[in-house]
């Protein structure tokens, strides 16, 4: 395969796309911003590492991406549930490693650049297009184009130790989570809600007003904002176009650690073009059991509320908190049972965001 491959979006799907792509042929990457990661403020993110017995680095170094941004592994943190002490979690693995996002040095954007560029990929700033405008095939990576999940939070600098913290508590972070995670005196903190968008400056008070009370000074704050979409079709193929990362709704749907998703799913779509082989049937084999199962955590996770984030809790105390959520990652008779359940959730709970918070709604492109 020797010929042009458009590619729209320069994030983390489009860039694995492109890497792959040329070592077979000539893509070309068409990105609305004038640099990689325009979104993102360079904020710490986790590339997840418990939906796999097989550990993400290797899942990196098998598709072609070098280790050339950070890229920290974490091994536990410390958890806080309502009506519990604070619970410290350590793992014999990885559960995520830490990434850094946006377009300045070491982050994970700038790394998939340089790589691309390196490779000879073409990288084309400031260009807004349609994917039926250019003819011919193309991957889509454009990313989110509503909200189902809120972040809302501050980059900092800081004498603090290295540390990561999560707290499940719907009053800080509805049906979502809160976490701080400090590397080598900078740290980001975060509130992701899954629903009452409308609180958001109130849950980011509420976090930043907890984790205070828990850290040395903070400084040189930067705020931030950002959203994610997760949605399933049947298809991610339209006409000559393949559809990947969060603009085919490939997201985790309990947590929103999507980075691993949109990887794979670049991986995957650029492999189906250089074998001929059917992209839909390579996503629906290697994505869909994870995203489906994830629907009913996150169904589940939002069903039992303060209830379910002490046995969360109390789980990972156990120990081997990667293994436990791996199982719970896997499909099962009583997953499938309750998908329908939890698909309609989702998509009422999506009507009702875009009817009450169209803030996000429109498209990116």
Not at 298 to 314: E, I, K, P, V
Not at 335 to 347: I, N, S, V
């Amino acid at each position: 395969m020797k010929e042009t491959i458009n590619i729209i979006g320069a994030g983390p799907a489009g860039l694995t796309a492109a890497i792959v792509l040329r070592r077979h042929g000539f893509p070309r990457v068409y990105e609305m911003s004038s640099h990689v990661g325009h979104r993102l403020s360079g904020d710490f993110q986790g590339f997840e590492n418990w939906s796999s017995e097989r550990d993400i680095t290797e899942v990196l170094k098998e598709t072609g991406i070098e280790i050339n941004f950070l890229y920290v592994p974490c091994y536990g943190g410390t958890l806080f549930a309502p009506e519990m002490k604070p619970a410290e979690i350590s793992s014999d693995r990885p559960i995520f490693y830490l990434v850094r996002r946006g377009p300045m040095p070491e982050t994970l954007d700038t790394g998939l650049k340089e790589q691309a560029l390196s490779l000879g990929v073409e990288i084309l700033f400031n260009h807004r297009l349609d994917p039926g405008s250019l003819g011919g095939k193309a991957i889509v990576g454009t990313g989110p184009k509503k909200a189902d999940a809120v972040i809302v939070g501050i980059t900092f600098n800081t004498d603090s130790k290295d540390t990561v913290g999560v707290i499940f508590d719907n009053d800080i972070a509805p049906d979502g989570y809160a976490y701080v995670m400090v590397h080598q005196g900078r740290g980001t903190m975060a509130a992701v809600l899954y629903r009452d968008f409308r609180r958001g400056n109130e849950c980011f008070g509420k976090m930043l007003d907890f984790f205070r009370d828990n850290m040395d000074i903070v400084r040189d704050e930067k705020r931030f904002g950002g959203y994610g979409n997760i949605f399933l079709r049947d298809t991610q193929i339209q006409g000559d176009s393949l559809y990947v990362g969060e603009a085919a709704g490939f997201q985790d749907a309990l947590w929103g650690f999507g980075m691993r998703y949109a990887v794979l799913s670049g991986r995957l779509a650029a492999e189906s073009l250089i074998n001929g082989s059917n992209y839909d049937m390579l996503w629906k084999r290697e994505l869909k059991p994870m995203i489906e199962t994830s629907l009913v955590n996150r169904y589940l996770y939002a069903g039992f509320g303060h209830t379910g984030y002490r046995h969360l809790t109390r789980q990972f105390l156990k120990g081997r908190p990667c293994d436990y959520l791996r199982k719970h990652y896997s499909p099962s008779f009583l997953k499938r049972l309750l998908l329908p359940l939890a698909t309609r959730h989702h998509e009422r709970q999506g009507m009702r965001l875009e009817k009450f918070y169209g803030l996000f709604s429109k498209d990116r492109r």
